[in-house]
């Protein structure tokens, strides 16, 4: 399989699991709103399964980036930190300010000098302080553990093998009561790259596995699975989408591109958009309350592709301006086949 435009269709896929958190939280917030969710509630249930989409694909795309880059551990985690931290401080420093001055906007604890600090440096999960100030950032503490136990791994070991290191760092993390054991679906993705980069791909049926991976999701999310635990209830799902979306042939055009680099916008600034949206569907002629809450997953959508426009992509660019070497930190692949 050539290795051109790799990841389109998984640009899209990102876009989706970012919209799928959107629905899970605008269907947990609207009743804490006095709203009912409409069909919004029945996507919602297991719209948190894009967490999970999320680190697969973040396990996938690091391998098949590491693959072409051949960058020093130094190297990678200065690229990842480029790429993830100016929005997520920028995001985290205004709730915080909102929380110190006016706390009564946000149904969150009040502001704490140490958490917020815990939460700049991605250690709330070490520091015990539970959820970051910005909450979903929990997640990114998850990457960052990805990011730092990957660069050890292709440091010390080939990369065909780094998956090894990560898997037991994770496993151990997990066994200290520090992480859950789902975050083994990084090691997931990055066995779905590394079967990739051997060549050759060839997926039986691809659309029966993305159909059948989002068909498992729904039943883990509806049906009483609650003893399967999430890394395989949602986990294997999530790869075996991710594993079929790279068999088809690949979206491409600027479309494709935007979804994808926007999800990132659109995963944190959630936090701000969804209440904000609510507050003001509240104050427009009665709607019935099911399109309320569509129109509260609209605004919050294009709340974040505006925000990767208007505010990510500037801050980032500035970051890689100043301390960032002078190639894309983005997840895009695109060009010659890897070097196997």
């Not at 500035?318 to 190639?327: D, E, Q, S, T, Y």
Request: proline share 6%; aromatic share 12%.
């Amino acid at each position: 399989m050539e290795f051109v435009a790799l990841l389109g269709n998984i640009q899209i896929l990102r876009f989706v699991a970012a919209s799928m958190v959107v629905l899970f939280h605008v269907a947990l917030t609207a009743s804490n709103e006095g709203i009912s969710p409409g069909l919004i509630q029945g996507f919602g249930i297991w719209g948190e399964s894009g967490v999970d989409i999320f680190f697969v694909i973040s396990g996938l795309v690091m391998m098949l980036s590491q693959s072409r880059k051949h960058r020093t551990a130094a190297a990678f985690l200065t690229e990842r930190a480029i790429r993830i931290l100016p929005m997520y401080w920028a995001l985290t420093l205004l709730l915080a300010g909102v929380l110190l001055v006016m706390p009564q906007l946000f149904n969150s604890d009040s502001f704490t000098l140490r958490k917020t600090l815990a939460s700049l440096f991605m250690v709330n999960w070490l520091a015990g302080d539970g959820m970051p100030v910005l909450y979903l950032g929990w997640t990114l503490e998850y990457e960052w553990i990805f990011y730092v136990a990957f660069s050890l791994g292709f440091a010390v070991l080939p990369l065909r093998l780094a998956w090894i290191p990560v898997l037991a760092i994770l496993l151990l993390l997990n066994v200290a009561g520090f992480i859950g054991l789902f975050a083994i679906e990084f090691v997931y993705g990055m066995l779905i790259g590394l079967l990739f980069l051997r060549g050759n791909w060839r997926l039986p049926l691809p659309w029966l596995f993305v159909l059948l991976g989002f068909a498992a999701m729904a039943a883990h999310a509806y049906l009483p699975l609650q003893a399967v635990p999430r890394h395989i209830g949602y986990g294997i799902p999530a790869a075996m989408i991710v594993a079929g979306l790279i068999g088809l042939p690949q979206a491409r055009g600027r479309l494709a591109l935007l979804a994808g680099a926007a999800s990132y916008s659109i995963y944190l600034v959630q936090v701000f958009a969804i209440p904000v949206a609510f507050r003001i569907v509240k104050k427009l002629p009665a709607l019935p309350d099911g399109v309320a809450a569509l129109l509260v997953v609209a605004a919050s959508l294009l709340a974040g592709v505006l925000a990767y426009l208007l505010v990510e992509k500037p801050l980032t660019g500035l970051a890689l301006r100043i301390w960032g070497p002078r190639h894309d930190s983005g997840p895009v692949l695109t060009g010659a086949p890897p070097q196997r």
